[in-house]
């Protein structure tokens, strides 16, 4: 399989997906700059995590308006595959690929620290490797990672088995004290009507190196690796 | 000295929709509490975001900052916005 890495200015994370990426395809995924648009030959495109474009007017506000993503656009609409990452799934969700938005944190802090993530399906691209409400660590750091949108559009992701991971507490249980960001029936990361794009504001990528302290982030680059073989 | 453009100000309040949390407006009304100002509802904190237009026909000024404002200034999932017109003086 052949992944590709949108670099856009201010964001930070594109060496430690990079790493991901290559530890579970064994290839190194092809670097693209936000004004490229030759996204040809690629299986999964990945918007990492950063500050793009300082955040300015709102966290990926700017980058959505990227000549990349009409070509991610279109790569989506042909059934590629696309994955965003913290700031990367804010401009998803800006770039109206995934439905709602991100908010500024509910206590208003920038929370960095390790977070509970409970697969929610585990028959996808991006979850093959993990059992149904198999239990995570990831890292998170972000401080707007409030996942909103109205209750019509929370009723249709969750009926149509669209909410990918949700933040718990260590033992798999829902928590108010587990969601520290405050999302929407604690959502962490969502899917697109054909499973094919997925935003989520941890960081899996951080967490696939046992000298970093854990591989529990492994398996969704396994997955991904393995349903992309071809 | 700066030259202005003959046409009109736009001027595009953004504020979160009613019923989106605004954490902000929170932590400010909680701050001016602090400072011993009594008596204060709810507190909401938007943007403002002035444009200088060459466009000089009124109508056409306000439906140009609205198509702004609804494809960038605003998110319309969270924030509503309103445009107002001034003259670019």
Redesign the interface.
């Known amino acids: 399989m052949r992944a590709g890495l949108v670099i856009f200015p201010g964001i930070n994370r594109e060496r430690d997906m990079a790493i991901a990426l290559q530890r579970s395809t064994g290839h190194a995924p092809r670097m693209i700059w936000h004004r490229d648009t030759d996204l040809d030959g690629l299986d999964l495109v990945v918007l990492p995590g950063g500050f793009s474009h300082g955040d300015y007017?709102?966290c990926g506000?700017m980058a959505a308006?990227s000549p990349v993503m009409g070509a991610i656009r279109a790569h989506a609409a042909r059934g590629g595959y696309v994955l965003g990452v913290c700031n990367g799934f804010q401009i998803l969700?800006?770039a109206h690929l995934l439905?709602?938005?991100l908010?500024?944190?509910?206590?208003?802090r920038f929370l960095s620290m390790d977070c509970h993530l409970r697969v929610e399906r585990a028959d996808t691209a991006f979850t093959a490797r993990w059992q149904p409400n198999d239990v995570f660590r990831a890292p998170m750091a972000h401080g707007d990672g409030?996942y909103?949108?109205?209750d019509d559009t929370l009723d249709r992701l969750e009926g149509e088995g669209r909410v990918a991971f949700r933040y718990v507490a260590q033992d798999g249980t829902l928590d108010p004290r587990a969601n520290r960001n405050?999302s929407a029936r604690a959502i962490a990361g969502i899917y697109s009507e054909n499973l094919r794009v997925l935003g989520l504001m941890p960081h899996p990528e951080d967490l696939v190196d046992p000298l970093l302290g854990g591989e529990d982030g492994k398996p969704l680059f396994d997955s991904i690796a393995n349903a992309l073989a071809a | 000295m700066t030259l202005k453009a003959p046409g009109l100000k736009a001027i595009v309040t953004v504020m979160l929709k009613p019923g989106?949390?605004d954490?902000?407006g929170r932590?400010i009304g909680h701050a001016l509490g602090n400072l011993g100002f009594a008596g204060i509802g709810e507190v909401r904190a938007g943007k403002v975001i002035e444009l200088e237009l060459a466009e000089t026909d009124p109508v056409r000024a306000q439906a140009q900052a609205e198509e702004m404002a609804r494809r960038?200034?605003a998110?319309t999932?969270?924030e509503s916005y309103a445009v107002r017109l001034a003259e670019n003086i």
């Open positions: 007017l709102r506000a308006q969700t800006e439905p709602g938005a908010l500024r944190n509910a206590a208003l409030n909103f949108a109205d405050g | 989106v949390l954490p902000q932590a960038l200034l998110n999932v969270i």
